[in-house]
């Protein structure tokens, strides 16, 4: 149902010509994986990213849908949600990844949703323009 090749998942595709801001959703082990391994290239080896469960996908793509984000369709990468005022998100099995345009508004309604979604203390936000991991 969703790929695993999370190198592929650079929504920019779905914003073409637009700068974006990407803010994106792991599982908390992956955060001490990578803080344990502490690797530049952390990002570009799918194994160290820590897949969903089945029921935490679920859980994701229902919370996506309470937020508004509308499912727009499912390809080999994932399931691909757009919003209409915040921009695009991709679950797939390994991260939830959030793309929005350069606009404050919008990259500060994308990090709160984010940062959210981390309630449960089951997953972690990872920021790559703004010193990577939240701490809670």
């Known amino acids: 149902m969703i790929n695993s090749d999370s190198k592929i998942i650079s929504t920019a595709n ?10 994106q959703l792991f599982r908390a082990e992956t ?8 690797r530049e290239d952390f990002f570009d080896d799918d194994e160290n990213i820590e897949p ?8 994701l793509k229902q919370r996506l849908l309470d937020y ?3 499912l727009t369709e499912e390809n080999k990468w994932g399931l691909n949600f757009t919003h209409p005022e915040f921009g695009s998100a991709l679950l797939t099995d390994r991260g ?12 500060f309604e994308v990090g709160m949703i984010a940062s959210e979604f981390t309630d449960t203390e ?9 010193d990577g991991w939240e701490e809670a």
Not at 14 to 23: Q, T
Not at 52 to 59: A, N, R, S, V, Y
Not at 96 to 107: S, V, W
Not at 122 to 130: A, G, I, L, S, T
């Open 14 to 23: 779905l914003h073409e010509n637009i700068m974006s801001y990407d803010v």
């Open 31 to 38: 955060k001490e994986r990578e803080q344990k391994l502490n």
């Open 52 to 59: 969903f469960t089945d029921m935490q996908i679920q859980q």
């Open 68 to 70: 508004e984000y509308v």
């Open 96 to 107: 939830l990844y959030f793309t929005t345009t350069f606009d404050e508004e919008n990259i």
């Open 122 to 130: 089951e997953f972690v936000k990872y920021d790559p323009q703004n």
